[in-house]
């Protein structure tokens, strides 16, 4: 059952996009479960201007292997809990998660 995981996050200084942007290339490369990678992918960019961002100014999708895994992402995860910590002071409001097995498949 493979996890899409969207986060949505108001961060208002440009620079500080640069710097979150950073830190996911940095939780890519460095996130591990029993030492092994465990992200299938992640993926951010800013926003694109338009009234339905509703403030939202950098989105994210991580890819995971399956529920347990987000899970751990979520409450165990180093390299997660240090790009939150990095993220908090940065951000405006509320992060805005959401997550879904793909129910289509490969559909165009």
Avoid: W
């Amino acid at each position: 059952m493979t996890i899409h995981r969207v986060t949505f996050f108001n961060i208002p200084r440009p620079e500080d996009i640069d710097v979150l942007l950073a830190e996911y290339r940095r939780l890519a490369e460095e996130a591990k479960r029993n030492s092994e990678p465990y992200i299938l992918s992640v993926q951010a960019g800013r926003t694109l201007p338009d009234a339905r961002t509703k403030g939202y100014t950098l989105a994210v999708k991580t890819t995971f292997r399956n529920l347990d895994d987000m899970n751990f992402y979520d409450h165990e995860c180093e390299a997660h809990k240090r790009l939150k910590s990095v993220a908090a002071p940065r951000r405006e409001g509320d992060v805005f998660t959401a997550y879904f097995e793909d129910e289509l498949g490969n559909a165009a």
